[in-house]
């Protein structure tokens, strides 16, 4: 696969994980299909996904178990599988995205981080949500998702510069309604897919922004057979507003449905806030009702942004696990 790289970046993963450097930072390749994190990863949505890893790791090693084979989709240009192979210790990787370009620099960004003493098998392979796994690979301990919402643009090809917060036509994938106006389409097909793949014990992270009401989540997780927790909550700055917003705005103009969006202007806390969800104080509707106060709907967030003020959203990393065993995929098919 020819590797096509127009940007190499270092990040900060000091506060999770120590890189092979030992410097506690990695570099990573990018192009203009990748999404791009920050030095500093206290705001990025990558920080949220090193949270959920270390709360799981804190889960298994409370159920004695351990994630031998793992799945990433929506891999982008594999951070996040260098965040699992770090935190969670994982061996045995298969690496998914739909972009044929951004394939080979998962490959890449990981053998360049990675301690030469760990031994590790990675496959790197195109797919369409999980399409790209097959009966042969064998049972999964854990997919890790972060797939976007947005529908792409009609007129827009998925080649086409960056993807990171849209997708394909949603009409492809067959889907409840009250979760297609949500835009939590991929999410479910993931899910559903998943349930093929995955083992008795094995666990789903879903990453979502928290855009959508609590209750669509939770109808999400169990119209597809699933129990759902959740391992990290928090409130984090809206990134790439401009790319991002229009899109809600165009959903609530044509449904009914709000997403939920926070002005930052007022708010008095360092960001972003996080609860986990492992933890005894662990509050949701709390933590909610402490923000609600700032709550503006996607067409209010894009005015106020285009005033001047700073927008932010809710993002969840939920733990599904299977409720049994039952094929239910030809339902979605
Ligand atoms: C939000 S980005 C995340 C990238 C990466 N995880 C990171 O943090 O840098 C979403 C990724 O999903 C990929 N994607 C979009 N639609 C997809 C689909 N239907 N199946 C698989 N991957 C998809 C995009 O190419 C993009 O790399």
Redesign the pocket.
Known sequence: MEINVSDCIEVDTNPFFQSCAGNGKVTVRLNE?????QYDLSND??SF?YRAFRSLRYLLEKEDMEVKKFV?????????VLGAINILGVQKIIA????PR?LPLIQANVVANLDKKVSLELEVRE??????LATRDGKVDLIYE???NLPLPENDG?LDG???????DTSLYSCPPIIQKHLLT?HF??LIQARHYLAINGSVIN?IGGRIPRYVLDETFHQAGYHAKVLVLGLKPQTEIEEVLPGYVLAENSSEVKFSFYRLDNFTSELPCIIYGYSQNFDEQAFLASIEAYKVNATEALALYRKGIPIGHTVYMFRAKLKDGRDISQNFQ
């Open positions: 299909h990748t999404y791009r994190p949505w990558l996904a990433s989709v929506g891999s982008g240009c594999g951070i996040d998914l995205d739909i972009h951004v797919s369409d949500v999980l399409s790209g972060n797939l976007p998925l960056i993807k990171t917060a849209s997708f394909v991929l097909q993931c990453s």
